[in-house]
């Protein structure tokens, strides 16, 4: 059973910084994207940044120039690296990992999300 385990979420005053984990358990065989996706209060989830597997980044629009996605392929982990935070980031950030667990099928995986609230 593949698990995702987030970590780092917090309160940070506006302008800070804070840095988002995720670590993964489990068998995973491959995988294709890592990345993350936060939900605030009252609207939909979205897209924060996303790493491929051929290593490029995408990321939301907002959040360019802000945060900065990484990952550690040999230990299957994903860094959010988030600066200048603003009290419109505060949302729960949920990582995301898609690909195939050994002898299963390509699917999306979740971590049960962690809270980032930005206020002063």
């Known amino acids: 059973q593949v698990q995702l385990v987030e970590f780092g979420g917090g309160l940070v005053q506006p302008g800070g910084s804070l840095t988002l984990s995720c670590a993964t358990s489990?068998?995973?065989?491959?995988?294709?994207?890592m990345g993350w996706y936060r939900q605030a209060p009252g609207k939909q989830r979205e897209l924060v940044a996303v790493?491929?597997?051929?290593?490029?980044?995408n990321y939301a629009e907002s959040m360019k120039g802000r945060f900065t996605i990484s990952r550690d392929n040999a230990k299957n982990t994903v860094y959010l690296q988030m600066n200048s935070l603003k009290p419109e980031d505060t949302a729960v950030y949920y990582c995301?990992?898609?690909?195939?667990?050994?002898?299963?099928?390509?699917?999306?995986?979740w971590g049960q999300g962690t809270q980032v609230t930005v206020s002063s």
């Open positions: 489990g068998s995973i065989f491959t995988i294709y994207t």
């Open positions: 995301n990992l898609y690909g195939r667990a050994a002898g299963g099928s390509l699917k999306n995986y």
């Open positions: 790493s491929l597997s051929g290593g490029s980044t």
